[in-house]
């Protein structure tokens, strides 16, 4: 069963942004870390930002200047904004959290 679902996902050119929505039950997503991961083809899986339930946020190195993590707490849903995206960010995005995984989204940059 699937309990965090993802979307905003795309097609996108090099310089671009998106805004990727996780939605989670809230049994879940309150008091709980929410993770942001990614997995390129041939690639493992990296993790991309996180933020804790008080608003504490990390960020890959590949990630930070350009990516924004945030989480609405009425809403249940955890947002990754990314700008000026490139090329190399292109793999499928999944949200996290403890031992739950959505299907991911797939964010494609073209050069």
């Known amino acids: 069963q699937v309990l965090l679902v993802e979307s905003g996902g795309g097609l996108v050119q090099a310089g671009g942004s998106l805004r990727l929505s996780c939605a989670a039950p809230r049994i879940i997503f309150r008091f709980s870390v929410m993770n942001w991961y990614r997995q390129a083809p041939g690639k493992e899986r990296e993790l991309v930002a996180s933020?804790?339930?008080?608003?504490?946020?990390n960020y890959a190195d590949s990630a930070k200047g350009r990516f924004t993590i945030s989480r609405d707490d009425a809403k249940d849903t955890v947002y990754l904004q990314m700008n000026s995206l490139k090329p190399e960010d292109t793999a499928r995005y999944y949200c996290n959290t403890n031992n739950n995984w959505g299907q991911g989204t797939q964010v494609t940059v073209s050069s």
């Open positions: 933020i804790s339930a008080i608003g504490s946020t």
